[in-house]
Each structure stands twice: as structure tokens, then as C-alpha cells.
């Protein structure tokens, strides 16, 4: 009997330090693995106003097939303080380095949020740019309003949306119907007192940039994107897109996040 018991508790060690093993064995597999993963640096996309996360639904399977990390941030909307808070979370998430992208009005939140020591570069996408201590409206006040910037509908609380015919006309013109229709159905209204809201940083400043200028866009004029990628310094790609190239032209834009990336490992 005690010999049955010695060679059961024998049994039970080795089978205990073959775990060991094998756990130690699976830990290095899985660091090897994760080492470059983590020398890539991450994406972290924020979007704009009158969209969400799935506006980014095209050219985020494009930048994956490149082994890249993505996260697109959902903002509130509420507020630059708030949209600012939401991408440092994401930011402080990522394993690495970030790449950080910003559409439209995302452009002003990467505008804050980027000075984060974790972020490599910036990615513009016909996104404003503004400098410290600017707010977003006051932005190209010297030339003609965009078309669709002045067809907004504003709501009781104060927060505006696009009626699905000014997004199909002015925001999203080069995509189909039905696709607009849904992009209508899933926006993000925005608080208009956001776009009052000044920023205490420009990230610009610190970090290396790419901006894409969407020769079509009907809600920030071209050469206000233009002027804002010259002041940034930023290499520069002109889409003959609406304001929504990531819709319209995925692959474009994936190829300058990606350049980023790589510029930045």
C-alpha cells in the first residue's frame, strides 16, 4: 500500500513539473510571438462628427492584413475634453508606439490627444488641424462655409446631425445610396458648443504628420485643408474624394496609415 501511494505522489510531481514545463515553454512561445507585434506600432483611428467607429469599417480589415494593431476609438461627441479623454484611453491601451488618425472633427482631438508620449505620428484625414489655443469654429472663418456645414439640423439640446439627403449631397456623395442611407442611420450628432472648445496643445508640433486633402470635400474646404497640412508641415496626399475618402477610397488611405506606420517603427 505505501509503496502505491510513493509511486502515485511519484506520478503526481512529475506530472506537476511537466506543467511547469510546458507552461514556461507556452509563456516564451507567446512572448516571441507578441515581440513584434509590439515593435509595430499601433493604430488608434478617431472619428468625426456625424459618424462613428464603423465609418472606419473598409479600411480597417486592409491595415490588418498587415499584421497591424487597430483600435477606433467611439466618441461621445459631447465635448473636446471628453473625445480627448476617450482617445487617451485607447492610446494608453496600445502595447507600443501609435500611429493616431483623426477624420474631420477627430482632427481637432488628435490635435490635443496626440502630444501623449506614446504617440509616434499623426494622421490627418480632411480633419482639422488646429494650433494651441485655437477652437474649431474658429477654423477658415476667412473663406466661403463648405456647403454641407451650413444645412445642419441642431436639436433641442444642442447637438447637430446631418439630414440623410445633406449627407447623401454634401458628405458622402461618392458613395452609394444605400451605403449613405446607413452612414444617416449611424451618425454621431455632436454637441455644437464642441466646436468652441479650444485646444491647449498642438501635437503637430511634436510629432511627424500625414494629411490627406479630399479635393471634393463639400464640409471643410479644400484649401483650408490644404493651408492646414502646409502649417503642420505634414506629407501630403490630395484624393479626389467627398469628405469621406475612408468610405469612398479605403485603400488610398489605408497606403498613408501604413506609411506612417513604417516611418514609424
Given at each position: 500500500?505505501?509503496?502505491?501511494?510513493?509511486?502515485?505522489?511519484?506520478g503526481l510531481r512529475t506530472l506537476a513539473a511537466a506543467a511547469a514545463i510546458a507552461a514556461t515553454g507556452a509563456g516564451a512561445a507567446h512572448a516571441a510571438a507578441a515581440a513584434p507585434a509590439a515593435s509595430q506600432p499601433s493604430v488608434v483611428i478617431v472619428h468625426g462628427a456625424f459618424a462613428d467607429g464603423s465609418d472606419w469599417a473598409k479600411v480597417i480589415p486592409?491595415?490588418?492584413?498587415k499584421g497591424v494593431k487597430v483600435t477606433a476609438v467611439q466618441n461621445s461627441l459631447t465635448s473636446l475634453a471628453d473625445d480627448v479623454a476617450a482617445a487617451k484611453r485607447a492610446i494608453d491601451n496600445q502595447p507600443g508606439k501609435v500611429v493616431l488618425v483623426g477624420h474631420s472633427w477627430g482632427g481637432?482631438?488628435?490635435?490635443?490627444?496626440?502630444?501623449?508620449?506614446?504617440v509616434a505620428a499623426l494622421v490627418y484625414v480632411a480633419a482639422f488641424a488646429p494650433d494651441a489655443g485655437q477652437a474649431t469654429s474658429e477654423l477658415?472663418?476667412?473663406?466661403p462655409p463648405a456647403p454641407g456645414i451650413t444645412k445642419l439640423a441642431v436639436d433641442k439640446a444642442g447637438f447637430a446631425s446631418l439630414p440623410p439627403a445633406v449627407l447623401k449631397e454634401d458628405f458622402a456623395q461618392d458613395v452609394p445610396a444605400a451605403q449613405a442611407a446607413v452612414m444617416a442611420?449611424?451618425?454621431g450628432p455632436i454637441a455644437v458648443k464642441a466646436f468652441d472648445e479650444k485646444t491647449t496643445v498642438a501635437a503637430w508640433r511634436k510629432h511627424p504628420s500625414w494629411y490627406i486633402v479630399s479635393k471634393n470635400d463639400r464640409m471643410i474646404q479644400p484649401d483650408l485643408e490644404?493651408?492646414?497640412?502646409?502649417?503642420?508641415?505634414?506629407?501630403?496626399?490630395?484624393l479626389p474624394a467627398s469628405h469621406v475618402p475612408q468610405q469612398s477610397r479605403p485603400a488610398d488611405?489605408?497606403?498613408?496609415?501604413?506609411?506612417a506606420v513604417a516611418a514609424s517603427k
Open positions: 500500500m505505501k509503496a502505491s501511494i510513493s509511486a502515485l505522489n511519484n486592409l491595415l490588418q492584413a481637432t482631438v488628435i490635435t490635443e490627444a496626440g502630444a501623449d508620449d506614446k477658415g472663418k476667412d473663406l442611420a449611424t451618425q490644404r493651408r492646414f497640412a502646409q502649417a503642420i508641415g505634414a506629407k501630403t496626399t490630395e488611405v489605408a497606403k498613408v496609415i501604413l506609411d
